[in-house]
């Protein structure tokens, strides 16, 4: 996809550490083990992203996806593992528990609950929390969207209708100067919005979509509204 290319050339200027600290593109054969393992198909744009790069080293402390890091095909399958194996262990209690208090945004585009071995992370932030292709949605929702969700996200939020709108969201961020540098104490660099102000990405993505009560309403964002996808649908 031409916005990859975007990015890395976006990177190479202004993240060159994250550029040296991207595994080479996923061959077939693991591309091909990987979908045999998740056992559902996965959209086109999900398999572009990992034949650009398979993920990170992890030998930076700062992330790809505004700071967080890009998951290589190994550990989004060890993800999916896990939170498979909570779904499928749990008793039907345990999973209401799990469940309550589990909202989507807008209504009935996510589904709400606390996991799904369906939403296939693709960034993580080293707290238990990701971004994620969503191949469950609820209702109104569109397979392979883009969706928050891990320990600390009750608030599961469609952030966008695929991986690759996403990507051109961000695009438009980055080109627009919505970014915050910060040489930390530890001599690494983070990276995250400057509109809004917060400490970790899924702070801010709420934030946006905290100033986009309904899909009527676009967040002030610097680049083409995020939320322009759900104007068109209504």
């Known amino acids: 996809m031409r916005r990859l290319d975007d990015l890395e050339s976006w ?6 550490e994250v550029v040296e600290d991207l595994n080479p593109g996923a061959t077939q054969n693991e591309l091909d083990a990987f979908i045999q393992h998740i056992g559902v198909a996965v959209p086109d ?21 505004y700071g ?15 939170w498979r194996e909570i779904v499928n262990t749990s008793s039907d209690d345990d999973l209401t528990s ?25 960034a993580y932030d080293w707290g238990g929390n990701y971004l994620a292709v969503d191949l469950d949605p609820d209702v109104q929702g569109t397979r392979g969207q883009v969706i928050n969700c891990g320990r600390d996200e009750e608030r599961k939020i ?4 695929s991986l690759n709108a996403f990507l051109q969201w961000m695009m438009g961020e980055l080109n627009a ?7 930390e104490d530890d001599g690494g660099r983070s990276f995250n919005t400057l509109r809004p102000e917060k400490y970790h990405f899924l702070d801010a993505l709420a934030a946006i979509f905290d100033d986009a009560p309904s899909p009527a309403s676009p967040p002030a964002t610097s680049g083409k509204s995020i939320w322009s996808w759900f104007k068109k649908r209504k």
């Open 11 to 16: 990177l190479i200027n202004q993240l060159p």
């Open 177 to 183: 100067g919505n970014v915050n540098i910060r040489l």
């Open 158 to 161: 469609a952030i966008a209708p």
């Open 45 to 65: 744009d999900f398999l572009a992203l990992y034949r650009w790069h398979n993920g990170q080293r992890m030998e930076q402390n700062t992330g790809l996806w």
């Open 98 to 122: 799990l469940n309550y208090g589990m909202s989507s945004t807008p209504p009935h585009y996510v589904k709400p609950v606390y996991a799904n071995p369906l939403w296939i992370p693709f």
């Open 68 to 82: 967080m890091s890009f998951l290589p095909l190994a550990s989004v399958m060890q993800e999916v593992d896990g």
